[in-house]
Nanobody
Framework: QVQLVESGGGLVQAGGSLRLSCAASGGTFSSYSMGWFRQAPGKEREFVAAIVRSGGSTYYADSVKGRFTISRDNAKSTLYLQMNSLKPEDTAVYYC????????????????WGQGTQATVSS
């Protein structure tokens, strides 16, 4: 069973960048497709990006396409989310999650979740 721990959140001004990391342990990281989700106050959790086991294919929500990049390093058992050109509406708690499904945008397909890291974008 894989355990996930996110890091890298913080406070940044609009237009700035953050790089989130998600360290995996206790399982075979390379056997999981991975995803990033986010939840803003008063809103439902929403899909951000997903990546297949090999890292060869990715999938993004329209709201972040062209600004965010998901990647993974299977040798380090770590998932990343590079967030550029940040907007105040990107403010949320960001969660990484692991799935046996390929590139699913549905949270119900992910069986393992981290505790989340807060990213706040000021205007």
């Amino acid at each position: 069973q894989v355990q996930l721990v996110e890091s890298g959140g913080g406070l940044v001004q609009a237009g700035g960048s953050l790089r989130l990391s998600c360290a995996a342990s206790g399982g075979t990281f390379s056997s999981y497709s991975m995803g990033w989700f986010r939840q803003a106050p008063g809103k439902e959790r929403e899909f951000v990006a997903a990546i297949v086991r090999s890292g060869g294919s990715t999938y993004y929500a329209d709201s972040v396409k062209g600004r965010f990049t998901i990647s993974r390093d299977n040798a380090k058992s770590t998932l990343y989310l590079q967030m550029n050109s940040l907007k105040p509406e990107d403010t949320a708690v960001y969660y990484c999650a692991a799935s046996h499904r390929l590139l699913s945008p549905s949270a119900v397909e992910y069986g393992y979740w981290g505790q989340g890291t807060q990213a706040t974008v000021s205007s």
